[in-house]
């Protein structure tokens, strides 16, 4: 279980969730609903910190909560 800070809301653009984690640049998932979204997101996330690992990129320690001005 991954431990980054997931945010996710409704794109009326996209007429699906959207899930993204500020921590990995890029990183971010789409679903039809809360669950499908999440479900999507841990699968990138894993992949994201896979491909990270390939090419050698440093992979950012997990901060929990962040807080925002």
Not at 27 to 46: F, P, Q, T, Y
Not at 52 to 69: C, N
């Amino acid at each position: 279980m991954n431990r980054y800070e997931i945010i996710i809301y409704w794109s009326e653009d996209d007429n699906c969730f959207i899930a993204e984690v500020p921590e990995l640049p890029g990183c971010m998932a789409d679903g039809k609903d809360r669950a499908e979204v999440l479900k999507n997101v841990e699968v990138v996330i894993a992949e994201w910190i896979e491909t990270a690992e390939i090419e050698g990129r440093s992979i950012p320690v997990p901060k929990g909560k962040l807080v925002y001005a």
